[in-house]
């Protein structure tokens, strides 16, 4: 395929066919290895959740509130991460930190 002789238009078009192309095959490449491994995992018994694990971790639930403004109790902090403005201006305050503890 001569390209020099192509239009802007033509090579833009070629360009949009080719990246609709390349998607199918690597979703058809992607279907066919699935089957494969699938046919392997039941060829020798083993469940597919055991071969590959889930990979994901439990979350392990919320965590505890540790400080909490004594005059507005719906700003609370976990102590994890950045302290929120209200502790910061709590401490550059001059008080302690050790008040917020819930």
Do not use: C, F
Request: no cysteine; charged share 30%; proline share 3%.
């Amino acid at each position: 395929m001569d390209l020099s002789n192509m239009s802007v238009g033509d090579l833009r078009n070629l360009q949009d066919q080719i990246k609709q192309e390349m998607k199918k095959r690597e979703h058809q490449e992607v279907a066919k290895a699935r089957e494969q491994i699938l046919a392997i995992a039941q060829s020798v018994g083993v469940p597919l959740k055991d071969l590959i694990g889930t990979g994901i971790r439990a979350k392990t639930g919320s965590v505890a509130v540790r400080y909490r403004h004594p005059d507005n109790a719906a700003q609370q902090w976990t102590g994890r991460g950045r302290q929120p403005k209200w502790v910061k201006e709590w401490i550059d305050g001059g008080k302690s930190i050790d008040k917020l503890r819930v």
